[in-house]
């Protein structure tokens, strides 16, 4: 009987160790597929301060029938902006019946800046073309704005 017994133990480990195997690998192309990196959540920052102002722009517009003019002299300590996380850069453009509003920020770190825009028209963020990060004057800042 321990004969069969041995018979019946070895296959099982096989089938076992196979299968731990197989569950790692598993494990390891879904971490591989479903993690961020730090240029995604740069790019999710983005959109997510984007879709915050649009969000504030439309309440203030809804109220006061005109749009927020936001900048560093007027709002800055009360949005925050100097707080932004990473090395995002902001600014929004406001006309009677619009508004603009732009991040750019390096989310690679590869000296290209990422530009992304939206407006009143559109809640969601749009990508604009990247601009070569020049040494700038202002440390922090880049040589081009955004258009």
């Known amino acids: 009987m321990n004969e069969k017994q041995n018979e019946h133990t070895l296959p099982l480990r096989q089938i076992c160790f196979i299968g731990t195997l197989v569950a790692l690998v598993t494990i390891l192309l879904g971490f591989k597929f479903t993690a961020r990196t730090h240029a995604d959540k740069e790019r999710e920052r983005a959109r997510i301060l984007l879709q915050s102002v649009y969000r504030l722009e439309r309440a203030y517009h809804w109220d006061h029938g005109t749009y927020l003019p936001i900048d560093r002299e007027r709002n800055s300590d009360l949005l925050k902006l100097d707080?932004?996380?990473?090395?995002?850069?902001?600014?929004?453009?406001?006309?009677?019946?619009?508004f603009i509003?732009?991040?750019?920020?390096?989310?690679?770190?590869?000296?290209?800046?990422?530009?992304?825009?939206?407006?009143?028209?559109s809640s969601r963020p749009v990508p604009l073309s990247s601009l070569p990060t020049a040494p700038a004057a202002d440390p922090g800042r880049t040589s081009r704005t955004p258009p």
């Open 83 to 98: 707080d932004l996380p990473g090395g995002l850069r902001f600014r929004v453009e406001t006309e009677p019946s619009n």
């Open 101 to 121: 509003a732009y991040v750019e920020a390096d989310p690679t770190g590869n000296g290209i800046t990422e530009v992304w825009r939206i407006d009143a028209r």
